[in-house]
């Protein structure tokens, strides 16, 4: 069954960085788009970048361009989120995203808080 694992939240202060995982397993992972989104308290769930299938083409949402950057390394499986000069507004959980037949899968997320 398909699996999505996140890793690599925490707490930061303003300016700083963080690099987020995320493990897949269970499809074909090298034929699909992986997309991270993230949730602040109280808010909808919001699409952050998504990356092609052989990660070739990225795209990002208005309020992380420039400062967030989406990878994956389809020999190991994983999808990546590296996140630099971090704001408060940035704080929330972080989830993988996977759309395959129709179903919208979820990891069980990474918490970031961006505070001083």
């Known amino acids: 069954q398909v699996q999505l694992v996140e890793s690599g939240g925490g707490l930061v202060q303003p300016g700083g960085s963080l690099r987020l995982s995320c493990a897949a397993s269970?499809?074909?992972?090298?034929?699909?788009?992986m997309s991270w989104y993230r949730q602040a308290p109280g808010t909808e769930r919001e699409l952050v970048a998504s990356?092609?299938?052989?990660?070739?083409?990225?795209k990002y949402a208005d309020f992380v361009k420039d400062r967030f950057t989406i990878s994956r390394d389809n020999a190991k499986n994983m999808v990546y989120l590296q996140m630099n000069s971090l704001k408060p507004e940035d704080t929330g959980g972080y989830y993988c995203?996977?759309?395959?037949?129709?179903?919208?899968?979820w990891g069980t997320g990474t918490l970031v808080s961006v505070s001083s």
């Open positions: 995203h996977l759309y395959l037949r129709d179903v919208n899968y």
């Open positions: 269970g499809f074909a992972f090298s034929h699909n788009v």
């Open positions: 990356i092609s299938s052989i990660g070739t083409s990225t």
